[in-house]
């Protein structure tokens, strides 16, 4: 018999898929935590980055306006590698390559999709960027972690300009986080790209 009420099966699940949704977040979180305090103590340079950093400069002006991410991007120097591997297997990471990136599972059955990420600092992470990943240097302490500056997270976001990094700058724009005069700091490629964004924020 057709069902006249699509959203009866879940309305059955009760509050489970509310929990699996804030239980993701939660997690995210606590993986985050758990590598900085790994990285800290074993004084390990690093910057965390992408959506996380997105988040982190966003609740900085605007906490109603922070979106949720379910990686966790840290920029690390090759000659850290070791020594970050060494940190974090202490609180149950375990290193993996995942389609040439380093990839730190949460654990021997951790999947890729919920591990940390980890991208080279002072390394273009693809050829054709226009501009190399900051150093962990290029960083501000912000409540006990060390998150990349936001001229650099910007130029990042610039660099990759999918979608979703789309979106971030969108957010960033819309808070006047960034604003006009913000272009001309980048080569004139990721500042066209720029730009673009803020000649339509709603596009």
């Given at each position: 018999?057709?069902?006249?009420?699509?959203g009866s099966?879940?309305?059955?699940t009760?509050?489970?898929?509310?929990?699996r949704?804030?239980s993701?977040?939660?997690?995210?979180r606590?993986?985050l935590?758990?590598?900085?305090?790994?990285?800290?103590?074993?004084?390990?340079p690093?910057?965390?980055?992408?959506?996380?950093?997105?988040?982190?400069?966003?609740?900085?002006?605007?906490?109603?306006?922070?979106?949720?991410?379910?990686?966790v991007?840290?920029?690390?120097?090759?000659?850290?590698?070791?020594?970050?591997?060494?940190a974090?297997a202490?609180?149950?990471?375990?290193?993996?390559?995942?389609?040439?990136?380093?990839v730190?599972?949460?654990?021997?059955?951790?999947?890729?999709?919920?591990?940390?990420?980890?991208?080279?600092?002072?390394?273009?992470?693809?050829?054709?960027y226009?501009?190399?990943?900051?150093?962990?240097?290029?960083?501000v302490?912000?409540?006990?972690?060390?998150?990349?500056?936001?001229?650099a997270?910007v130029?990042?976001?610039?660099?990759?300009?999918?979608?979703k990094?789309?979106?971030?700058?969108?957010?960033?724009?819309?808070?006047?986080m960034?604003?006009a005069?913000?272009?001309?700091?980048?080569p004139?490629?990721?500042?066209?790209?720029?730009?673009?964004?803020?000649?339509?924020?709603?596009?």
């Open positions: 018999m057709f069902n006249k009420d699509p099966n879940v309305r059955e009760g509050s489970f898929v509310f929990d949704m804030f993701a977040v939660e997690k995210v606590e993986r935590d758990r590598a900085c305090k790994a990285l800290e103590e074993g004084q390990v690093y910057a965390i980055i992408g959506g996380n950093a997105v988040a982190v400069w966003v609740a900085t002006v605007d906490d109603g306006a922070v979106r949720n991410t379910r990686n991007d840290i920029l690390l120097r090759d000659v850290d590698l070791d020594r970050a591997t060494m974090l202490k609180v149950g990471f375990v290193r993996d390559s995942v389609m040439n990136v380093t730190f599972l949460d654990g021997p059955e951790g999947k890729p999709s919920q591990g940390l990420h980890i991208l080279r600092a002072g390394a273009k992470v693809r050829p054709e226009v501009t190399a990943a900051p150093q962990v240097e290029q960083s302490a912000i409540e006990g972690k060390r998150i990349v500056e936001l001229e997270l130029a990042m976001k610039l660099n990759s300009f999918r979608d990094d789309k979106t971030h700058l969108r957010d960033m724009i819309q808070i006047e960034i604003d005069g913000w272009p001309s700091r980048f004139p490629v990721l500042g066209a790209r720029l730009q673009s964004l803020l000649d339509d924020p709603e596009g």
